[in-house]
């Protein structure tokens, strides 16, 4: 059965999209049309397409006679972008609260069991992987299609980013903290707590960020005894 130019495209989409969060698409790196074609096995179409798609959620930019770039986050973006998923995902907290059963409850805790065993072990992939089914888990109780759609646009960015804020010091222990106070407020039906918990618990996420992009900076280069130049990774 052939292939329609729709989900060829939006195979074409996926591909590019995985390149570039796994890293082999950097950031400001140029995306050469020809080439990737000729990678994919694909015409100039169905990739246009794809790119078209790519732009669209701000994975990379456009320049008028130049091509198509991998964007670039810097921090002014994550300020940005912080607040306004905090207020996005304290939107789910809440609406999670006022709609959580007894078995969402049930499967919540032994998530967090597992959060704690993570933190406990300082097995710090495994607790960003448990954190993220956590998060995950609160949106498709709160089932509000407009939140996750738009959470799911904003958390794509931040993938770009390819942020690391668990490596603050003693930043795990406090993230642990903050998703047990999330859950505590989800099991008491707390809507209004469980939305500022998880505001919090965004917000202090850009915090961590913050502090170990001024500790980036505040490294001397040996070989030139200037801070080096920053990165918009952490």
């Known amino acids: 059965m052939a292939v329609s130019i729709q989900s060829l495209h939006e195979q074409v989409a996926n591909t590019v999209r995985e390149g570039i969060f796994a890293g082999k698409l950097a950031p400001g790196s140029f995306l ?55 207020l996005l ?4 907290a809440f609406e999670a609260a006022q709609s959580i059963g007894e078995a969402d409850l049930a499967t919540l805790e032994v998530m967090h069991h597992r ?3 993570a933190a406990r072990e300082g097995a710090i992939q495994d607790y960003y992987a448990v954190n993220l089914a956590i998060h995950e888990a609160i949106i498709q109780i709160a ?52 939305e500022a918990a998880m505001q919090t618990h965004l917000l202090r996420q850009r915090e961590a960020l913050r502090d170990l992009a001024r500790q980036h900076l505040g490294r001397v280069s040996p070989a030139t005894g200037h801070p080096p130049a920053a990165r918009n990774t952490a």
């Not at 694909?42 to 008028?64: C, F, N, Y």
């Open 115 to 117: 959060l704690e065993s």
């Open 32 to 86: 050469d049309e020809a080439a990737l074609c000729e990678q994919l096995g694909i015409s100039r179409t169905p990739l246009r397409e794809a790119l078209k798609v790519l732009t669209a959620e701000g994975l990379i930019r456009h320049e008028p006679r130049r091509g198509c770039f991998v964007n670039e986050v810097t921090e002014q973006d994550l300020d940005e972008i912080f607040p306004v998923i905090a």
């Open 89 to 92: 995902e304290g939107r789910c």
């Open 143 to 194: 089932g509000n299609r407009w939140l996750t759609q738009v959470i799911g646009d904003l958390r794509k960015i931040l993938k770009l980013a390819r942020l690391q804020q668990l490596n603050a010091p003693g930043r795990m222990a406090q993230s642990l903290a903050e998703h047990l106070a999330v859950f505590a407020a989800l099991r008491a039906r707390d809507a209004q707590g469980a």
